[in-house]
């Protein structure tokens, strides 16, 4: 009995590309694709751009760490030898245990005053329909878009006519002024995703505004009010300007401290000023950490392109 007809395997292309009939979205064979993008001229070019910005990124960042730990490093590729002592000098020069207690005092009394206010804002500017709307949205995104110099001298005025300048409550009082819209048009979004049958389900069951708001409504909430709060604590910490301009003596928080410590009087070895900026930088790259826990910018990128294509 003769063997059936066997089937041979279809053979690759010449120089092994991949097996035939796999192509690529475009129409090309599986591989050719892959090399022409790779010898892409500007592929190379881009690639090499990323690199230089890194590179150089890291030198910077790197050269005030090592010398944050240097003795002595002038003209050599690396410093003639390794200490902690001017960390020490920089914690008890620049006091920076009472600068790190000011500046998380400021942070978490920001956050939370800004939640408390901007939270049932924007509940009312999700909610409600009202005479003047849109001016009302339009002053809550004035102070995040201009430049808080260019309203901080103003209120900076205002703050020191009324004795509340050079104090940790005028320091508050400062950034609360961007802080809050920030938490308004953070917050407007979630709240408007909410289907408002839930509430009106609730009301349905006899429940209070207050206890739909605290018991419906706040625990969907949650992610969003902990981003918006993550997003302050990192705006304040950072916050420069206003806090320049109203703080005092024992209401520096640590951005300012770090700005007087290398511009103000007296000659201070620049080892120590470093410390005090590697300090800061870990800070706020803790903070940008805990950020990213709770938002994803590409989320956020994805929600607003998706808002787009529904309108």
């Not at 050599?76 to 001017?86: D, I, K, N, R, V």
């Not at 400021?106 to 509940?123: D, H, K, R």
């Not at 009202?130 to 201009?146: C, I, S």
Request: aromatic share 10%.
């Amino acid at each position: 009995m003769s063997a059936g007809p066997t089937i041979a395997p279809a053979a690759g292309p010449p120089g092994g590309a991949g097996p035939v009939g796999v192509t690529d979205p475009v129409g090309r064979p599986d591989g050719v694709g892959r090399r022409r993008l790779i010898l892409r001229p500007s592929t190379w070019v881009t690639w090499a751009v990323v690199a230089f910005f890194f590179i150089n990124l890291l030198g910077v960042v790197g050269s005030v760490v090592v010398n944050s730990f240097s003795t002595h490093w002038f003209g050599t590729w690396w410093p003639a030898g390794l200490t902690t002592q001017y960390w020490a000098e920089a914690w008890h020069e620049f006091d920076l245990t009472h600068v790190l207690i000011v500046t998380l005092e400021v942070s978490l009394a920001v956050v939370v005053i800004a939640a408390l206010v901007g939270v049932p804002a924007a509940y009312v500017l999700a909610r409600r329909q009202f005479p003047l709307k849109r001016l009302v949205m339009l002053l809550f995104l004035l102070p995040v878009m201009v430049p808080p110099i260019a309203y901080g001298i103003p209120l900076a005025t205002v703050l020191y006519k009324y004795d509340l300048a050079n104090s940790l409550t005028g320091v508050i009082l400062a950034n609360l002024v961007p802080s809050v819209p920030f938490v308004v048009l953070t917050m407007t979004p979630f709240i408007e995703q909410i289907d408002p049958k839930i509430e009106a389900a609730a009301r349905m069951c006899g429940a209070t505004t207050r206890a739909v708001f605290l018991r419906v409504l706040l625990p969907l909430l949650v992610p969003g009010v902990l981003a918006a709060a993550v997003l302050v604590l990192v705006r304040t910490v950072g916050m420069f300007e206003l806090t320049y301009l109203t703080a005092g003596t024992d209401s520096q928080t640590l951005v300012v401290a770090l700005y007087n410590a290398y511009y103000g009087a007296g000659i201070r070895a620049p080892q120590s000023t470093d410390a005090m900026a590697v300090l800061y930088m870990l800070t706020m790259l803790v903070l940008l950490v805990v950020a990213l826990r709770f938002v994803n910018p590409t989320q956020l990128v994805t929600r607003v392109a998706d808002e787009r294509r529904g309108d």
